[in-house]
Structures are given as C-alpha cells and as structure tokens.
C-alpha cells in the first residue's frame, strides 16, 4: 500500500481525531493525555498539518507549530500502518518542511514510549518536563536540529 502525504484540512478532522484516540499506544497507562484533548479547527489553520492517505483511509499525521518557537504538536501513526516505516516517512516530511521555512530546531516534547523513534530520527534529548495535571508522568524533551 502506497501512501499519499498532503496538507490536511479541517475537512480531515474528525478522521484525523478517529486515528489519533485509535492509536493502542494511548490507551492504558497514557490514556490520560488525550482525555480532554481535542483537535481544532483552529491548529489546521495556524500549523502545519500533514497527514498520510491510502485508499482514502488515513494513515498518520503530524503537526508542527511554525509560530515562536517551532515544535512537533503532534505525530500519529495507525496501529495498522506502524511497523511500514511511516512515522519515519513522516518525520522526514516534517524536517524537510521546517528547513523548507528556515526553521533552525524543532522541539519535541514526547511520549515516552517514542523515546527511541525519535533518538533513531537523529533528535537530541535535551531534558524532562515535569508531570503536570494528567500527565502523571515525565516526558523526554527532544530537539531535532536541522544543520542548515
């Protein structure tokens, strides 16, 4: 299967929040982190929204924020589609575009079962963010440095 990566509208929404709250990894223990999140019609406006397609059927997602200091918001991959090497298409799409915007470093603040998907993506760890409210866990903090 053959996947298509294009800017998502807020027209891919409700598909895109299907995907995300679907993905095993946030269910259990880091259900948490999604309880009370909801995508916006807002963020696919203001961010960089790409998600992945095949047959018409969504695949993943990323969002990077491109206004003050740019971070990687969101990064989804299907339970179906992980394991293919999209997260990592995915990724690449992401680095290529901030570069594309003059983007020097994007942050990343993670879940942390992706840890090792984003140290083999080349990011650093650069630190912890506390738990906070639902999140009753420490988060690796990642920058991902473009090297222009």
């Given at each position: 299967?053959?996947?298509?990566?294009?800017?998502a509208t807020t027209a891919d929404l409700p598909a895109?929040?299907?995907?995300?709250?679907?993905?095993?990894?946030?269910?259990?223990?880091?259900?948490?982190?999604?309880?009370?999140?909801?995508?916006?019609?807002?963020?696919?406006?203001?961010?960089?929204?790409?998600?992945?397609?095949?047959?018409?059927?969504?695949?993943?997602?990323?969002?990077?924020?491109?206004?003050?200091?740019?971070?990687?918001?969101?990064?989804?991959?299907?339970?179906?589609?992980?394991?293919?090497?999209?997260?990592?298409?995915?990724?690449?799409?992401?680095?290529?575009?901030?570069?594309?915007?003059?983007?020097?470093?994007?942050?990343?603040?993670?879940?942390?079962?992706?840890?090792?998907?984003?140290?083999?993506?080349?990011?650093?760890?650069?630190?912890?963010?506390?738990?906070?409210?639902?999140?009753?866990?420490?988060?690796?903090?990642?920058?991902?440095?473009?090297?222009?």
């Amino acid at each position: 299967m053959s996947e298509t990566l294009r800017r998502a509208t807020t027209a891919d929404l409700p598909a895109l929040d299907r995907l995300m709250r679907g993905v095993s990894a946030y269910h259990g223990e880091f259900a948490p982190m999604l309880a009370d999140y909801a995508l916006t019609p807002a963020q696919f406006e203001r961010d960089l929204v790409i998600m992945a397609e095949a047959d018409g059927q969504a695949l993943g997602f990323y969002g990077l924020i491109t206004e003050g200091e740019p971070e990687l918001d969101l990064m989804f991959v299907a339970d179906a589609a992980q394991g293919t090497g999209l997260g990592a298409r995915l990724f690449a799409h992401m680095a290529a575009e901030a570069r594309a915007l003059g983007i020097d470093a994007v942050k990343i603040v993670s879940n942390p079962p992706a840890e090792g998907f984003y140290l083999r993506m080349g990011a650093e760890r650069i630190g912890t963010k506390r738990p906070k409210g639902r999140i009753t866990w420490p988060q690796p903090i990642f920058y991902l440095r473009m090297g222009n």
